[in-house]
Structure formats: structure tokens, C-alpha cells
């Protein structure tokens, strides 16, 4: 949703609240705050990034609403190189498929939008993958570690 207008935004929204009531969970205002942050940030975050972000939150009601959230498919947890997670709109949530580049040494995050070409040579690898172990494959992720410029 970063850069999202406010129609899409608010169909985000609808679409979050249906996806909740389905697990007869509401859709509260800790639990839209938590997703503008997310959508606001433009990377995933970890649930100090959060309390920052949303005045008033506590950390027990973070957790809480990450693991709903996450349950019905909202957000994904991203694993970084350190002992923090990080959270981040679901690709069905936020529109976008990306990938992460990560650094080794203080455990950021970030977003990395490959390119057509790569995206297609990571589809056929992924066929030749699942076809030589008998896998369905319907989805991929690229990590890429290294260290970032201020780890440099």
C-alpha cells in the first residue's frame, strides 16, 4: 500500500476486515494502525519499529494482533539475520511480489523489487526445481545477505 491511493487503501481495508470476520476476529483500531504502519514504512519492521510508529500500542497487544494478522494471511514474517522478526504486508495485501536484501551484521531489512528478466529465470529454476523433487511450487522468495552501507 505504499504509495497507494486512498481508494485502494480503503479496499485494502474492506478486504482485511472481511478476512477477519471470517475467523471472527474484528478489525480494530490497533490491529488498522498496525497495518498503515506497515503499509506506511515501506519495509518490514520488527515490533520495536512498531511501537515507535503507533502512538499508545503496548507490546502485548502487538504481539497479540501480529499473530491474528498474520493467521489470516494479512502479514508475513520476514526472518532477518539477527534474533528479531519482522513484519510486512502479505504480497495478496499489498499488491506488490519482492523480494528482501538483508544485512548480516546489524540485521536490517529492506525491500528489493527484482527485475523481469530475473523473475523469469527464478520461475524456470523453480520448475526444474519441483519437477526433479516432486513439488508443486507456488511461491518463491530471494534473500539476498550481505552488509549494508552503514555496516560497511
Do not use: W
Not at 471472527?24 to 519499529?49: C, H, K, N
Not at 502487538?62 to 510486512?88: I, P
Not at 528482501?100 to 523469469?120: M, P, Q, T, Y
Amino acid at each position: 500500500m505504499t504509495g497507494a491511493s486512498e481508494a485502494e487503501s480503503g479496499e485494502v481495508h474492506r478486504r482485511i476486515e472481511l478476512l477477519l470476520a471470517q475467523r471472527e476476529q474484528r478489525y480494530t483500531s490497533s490491529r488498522r494502525a498496525i497495518v498503515d504502519a506497515l503499509a506506511g514504512l515501506g519495509r518490514p519492521a520488527t515490533i520495536s519499529d512498531l511501537l515507535g510508529l503507533v502512538p499508545g500500542l503496548a507490546a502485548s497487544t502487538a504481539y497479540r494482533n501480529l499473530t491474528v494478522l498474520g493467521d489470516a494471511g494479512v502479514l508475513r514474517r520476514v526472518s532477518g539475520t539477527d534474533e528479531f522478526g519482522r513484519f510486512e504486508l502479505s504480497e495478496e495485501m499489498s499488491g506488490r511480489h519482492h523480494h528482501h536484501v538483508i544485512c548480516a551484521d546489524c540485521g536490517l531489512v529492506l525491500d528489493a523489487v527484482a527485475s523481469v528478466r530475473l523473475e523469469l529465470a527464478l520461475a524456470e529454476a523453480a520448475k526444474a526445481v519441483a519437477e526433479a523433487n516432486g513439488f508443486d511450487i507456488t511461491d518463491h522468495r530471494l534473500e539476498l545477505v550481505g552488509r549494508c552501507g552503514g555496516c560497511q
